[in-house]
């Protein structure tokens, strides 16, 4: 069974054209919605691909209709081929039905991980030179360590609670206890 699914960005847009490409292919079905491609919460795609059984394809009029990036689009394509359902766009002449779609697709899917690849690469030189030049990433330490001094020596004081204490530093219990995981013990 041909399932077709179409999508416009906003209510002022039509679906229209998108939907008689579809019927013109031969869907049988067609499931049509106007939301943002950005919403990962499409009801109508989310019933398109629930519908679709083993043997089946989906039909969008081009791939941005069914996924914003191309990390969503090739996870939703996945999904698919592990259901045995194939998937087909009309605009980018994209069949995963066909051994020459299926090369083509596993080529975006290559380029996505070099993407991925190269980002993580660029994110871990980014951070190493910000430590060279003594840059420490992270969130800033909420504890001096001369608030932890003190607190240190209050401790010792077993009429004042580990509360008072946290609430003279200027801290939370929990996050005393973090920097001072038996603040009793080894005051």
Do not use: H
């Not at 002022?12 to 490409?21: K, L, R, S, T, Y």
Request: glycine residues 8%; proline residues 3%.
């Amino acid at each position: 069974m041909l399932i077709g699914y179409a999508r416009v960005s906003t209510q002022d847009q039509d679906p229209g054209m998108q939907i008689d490409a579809l019927r013109t292919i031969g869907c049988e079905k067609i499931f049509s919605e106007k939301a943002s491609g950005a919403k990962r919460d499409r009801p109508e795609l989310k019933a398109a691909l629930e519908y679709a059984r083993e043997g089946d394809t989906i039909i969008v009029w081009k791939l941005d209709r069914m996924a914003r990036s191309l990390k969503q689009l090739i996870e939703t394509v996945e999904d698919l081929e592990k259901r045995d359902v194939g998937f087909k766009s009309l605009t980018e002449t994209i069949d995963t039905t066909t051994a020459g779609g299926k090369l083509v697709f596993t080529i975006f899917a290559g380029l996505a991980e070099f993407e991925r690849s190269i980002i993580r690469e660029r994110t871990k030189a980014g951070l190493d030179a910000a430590r060279l030049r003594g840059r420490v990433g992270g969130r800033p330490r909420s504890v001096s360590d001369e608030d932890l001094t003190v607190a240190k020596a209050l401790l010792k004081d077993p009429d004042i609670s580990v509360r008072k204490v946290a609430e003279r530093i200027g801290c939370s219990e929990a996050t005393l206890y973090r920097y001072l995981p038996s603040a009793r013990a080894n005051a």
